[in-house]
């Protein structure tokens, strides 16, 4: 049988790129085909040629083994194909049926009857579990029910083959579990789905094929069956890769960092943290679970010492830092890697030598009587620069040239020099390509070796179960679970971060 669809050769440059090189790629009807690749590897441009978005330099498109001209999305739909983007492209102001048929207008069905569409939408959620009122306005809908009339609208312009790029970047767990189940259903319905991600635990989830792509060249195909996560990121990657750090024994060194009854007023002016208490003991790392928006940001603003706190305290080795201010906690031996990292952690207009020297500038081995000793800086940043394998130009170049991981190698080289008592970490590996978190989280480990007290925030629940001694789950502002790494599933944190209570915290 012919495939659904056939890519090949495809070849797309961009001024300095070459997005996709010679690409081939296919999907059958009835298969979910997974394309996974680092950013920047070339999936959504190859998508967006399929689309009839980009027009491809080199290669052809066979529908069913028929050349096929997708010059344009319309003719992209009229072939039957469909798309679900990275950014939604619905009307805030209509209603969820008004939006669906306002896609249908704009291509050849003529003008939709309301009640009719009406009527399909809830036939439709009925059939694939894709739930949403049809009435409600699209501003009202939470991100995973707007991804769902993203959906709807697809399947009701008679969609064979619908992509999904990254759709499960803006959901929680539980809206991750009911899109899959809703992605089987139409598989087993005969579409074929292209689902892209950078996610290894989701492709072989769900995958029945996976393509992956690497520097715009399709680096390998495989199935589940036949690979794992290391795979996959070799994949990926181009070499082999370690996922998770190897955490050896270590000394527990006590209470370093101890937070009690602590409550953060938020931007909206509600409490964002309500009477939490958490302990870090010095050798051990503890995660912190959860999905954004339940105070983990308002939490690491307080402790960093970047937000005042209503109520409660933050000690470090027994010192009350609450409220010093972002300085004392500092030198009270708080380390910080902050979730903006070029809001908070870096400077991008300064240099890579500023930005590593931006808190020492001013000790004495730096500066005498505000003249800088340059030699001195220049040393000590090479040196920082080299031992955290910065990849930059040279010193002096602007960092906000810099990958989000070279980027983020700086902060935590600067971060970690003398010793903390204690190192927040938040999201420290958010937008980073695998081989610069598996780097981050040698070093988190190899602090972590050294006594330091670390927590480690993170929405990646990998990233959380790989690193932690033990995971705290927060929700609505409290924790609602402190649960030992050994004891702890995927499926029971899952539970815990969207509010449901888990078996430990009954
Ligand atoms: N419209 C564009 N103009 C210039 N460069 C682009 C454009 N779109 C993508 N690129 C570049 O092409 C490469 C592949 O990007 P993309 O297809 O978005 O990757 P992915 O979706 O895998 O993250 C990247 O280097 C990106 O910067
Ligand atoms: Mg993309």
């Known amino acids: 049988m012919k495939p659904l669809l056939e890519m090949r050769g495809i070849t797309k440059r961009f001024p300095g790129v070459l997005a996709n090189d010679a690409v081939d790629f296919d999907v059958r009807a009835g298969e979910i085909h997974a394309l996974l690749g680092e950013n920047g590897a070339g999936k959504s441009t190859l998508m967006k040629i399929l689309f009839g978005l980009y027009a491809p330099d080199k290669g052809s498109i066979l529908i069913d083994g028929e050349p096929s001209r997708v010059d344009s999305p319309a003719s992209a739909i009229a072939a039957g194909i469909g798309m679900v ?166 000394q527990d060194r006590g209470v370093r960092l101890s937070i009690k009854g602590l409550t953060v007023v938020g931007d909206r002016g509600t409490n964002a943290v309500e009477d939490l208490n958490l302990d870090v003991r010095g050798g051990r790392i503890l995660g912190i679970a959860g999905v954004s928006g339940n105070g983990q940001r308002e939490l690491a603003e307080a402790v960093a010492g970047l937000r005042p706190s209503a109520s409660g305290s933050v000690t470090i080795d027994g010192k009350d830092i609450t409220g010093v201010g972002p300085s004392t906690a500092r030198s009270s031996g708080l380390a910080f890697i902050p979730e903006e990292r070029m809001r908070d952690g870096a400077i991008g207009s300064f240099t890579v030598s500023e930005n590593l020297m931006l808190l020492a500038h001013a000790e004495p081995r730096f500066s005498r009587r505000g003249v800088l000793h340059s030699t001195a800086i220049r040393n000590h940043s090479q040196m920082l620069v080299d031992e955290y394998a910065v990849k930059t130009p040279d010193l002096t170049t602007t960092t906000s040239a810099l990958s989000g991981g070279n980027i983020q190698k700086l902060i935590l080289a600067r971060e970690l020099e003398g010793e903390p008592a204690v190192l927040l970490a938040a999201q420290p590996t958010r937008g980073v390509d695998i081989g610069a978190a598996e780097y981050i989280h040698e070093r988190l480990v190899a602090q972590r070796g050294r006594g330091t007290a670390i927590m480690v925030i993170s929405e990646d629940l990998d990233e959380v179960l790989a690193l932690s001694d033990e995971v705290a789950v927060m929700f609505e502002g409290r924790v609602v679970a402190v649960i030992p790494r050994a004891d702890c599933t995927v499926a029971e944190l899952g539970l815990l971060m969207a509010g449901g209570i888990g078996s430990e915290a009954a």
């Not at 792509?213 to 680096?219: K, S, T």
Request: some cysteine; glycine content about 6%.
């Open 85 to 250: 983007h990275q950014h939604f492209m619905l009307v805030p102001t209509l209603t969820v049926t008004e939006n669906v048929a306002l896609g249908l207008e704009s291509q050849r069905f003529g003008r939709p009857d309301l009640d009719e569409v009406r009527a399909r939408i809830i036939e439709l959620s009925a059939t694939y579990g894709l739930t949403v009122p049809p009435d409600a306005y699209l501003w009202q809908l939470a991100v995973g029910e707007r991804q769902r009339v993203e959906i709807i609208k697809a399947l009701l312009r008679k969609a064979r083959l619908l992509v999904l790029d990254e759709p499960t970047a803006v959901l929680t767990p539980g809206e991750v579990d009911d899109l899959f189940v809703t992605l089987r259903r139409m598989s087993n319905d005969g579409q074929g789905l292209i689902f892209i991600s950078h996610k290894l635990h989701e492709v072989l989830a769900l995958a029945d094929r996976i393509t992956v792509m690497r520097d715009g060249c399709v680096a390998g195909r495989t199935v589940p069956a036949e690979t794992d996560r290391e795979g996959l990121a070799h994949m990926m990657v181009g070499r082999p890769v370690k996922l998770a750090p190897e955490v050896a024994e270590t």
